[in-house]
């Protein structure tokens, strides 16, 4: 069985990451979806479930989310994330959420809502992509230190959008597509 998450999907700045997981050893206790734990916990969970589970990583840059919309992106992430992981057709696919980004070219997918918090596979590409994503986003707050990516890891917070009407945003790396940044582009011109 793969289990596919998300993370990243409304986040303002930064890429989307899907992930698709396969277990091969037992998972650690206290698996359940990435949003539900603190960061220290998820970093716990994380080197425990790459020793238990077999990731895929679908990376699809903010670029390529204006582009395709949010849809086309979470169905190149899938993709991605399936290839990466070389899921033949007739496997077992368990996707969180109601959507099927696949549409028929997989024999076996169910997409149950909330699956993060209840198929424990699920819950962990949903930690491991949280702290994969993390960790990129801590990564560019080193270059781009005015927009405090290292708190907020690119989502909407007031911090954020603070930084975005004082600096404006970063070319490539903040979503254009997403209204708070089309329409702070929109006043900059």
């Known amino acids: 069985m793969v289990g596919i998450d998300e993370v990243g999907r409304g986040s303002l700045a930064g890429p989307l990451l899907v992930v698709a997981a396969r277990q091969f050893d037992q998972l650690p206790p206290g698996v359940t979806d990435s949003?539900?734990?603190t960061r220290q916990l998820r970093e716990e969970l994380f080197e425990a479930l790459v020793a238990?589970?077999?990731?895929?990583e679908g990376w699809v840059s903010s670029v390529e989310i204006?582009?395709?919309g949010l849809t086309g992106a979470m169905r190149l992430g899938v993709k991605r994330s399936l290839r990466s992981l070389e899921v033949s057709w007739d496997e077992d696919i368990i996707m969180d959420g109601p959507y099927n980004y696949l549409g028929r070219s997989f024999k076996r997918v169910q997409c149950l809502v909330?699956?993060?918090a209840q198929v424990p596979l699920v819950s962990a590409a949903s930690i491991y992509a949280k702290v994969r994503r993390d960790?990129?986003?801590?990564?560019?707050?080193?270059?781009y230190p005015a927009y405090g990516f290292e708190n907020h890891v690119g989502y909407g917070t007031p911090a954020h959008r603070l930084a975005l009407a004082d600096h404006g945003p970063i070319a490539g790396l903040h979503r254009q597509l997403f209204a708070p940044v089309r329409l702070l582009q929109e006043q900059l011109l």
């Open 135 to 143: 960790r990129l986003m801590i990564e560019l707050a080193r270059d």
């Open 52 to 56: 238990a589970c077999r990731f895929g």
């Open 66 to 68: 204006d582009r395709r």
């Open 35 to 37: 949003k539900l734990l």
């Open 114 to 116: 909330d699956a993060d």
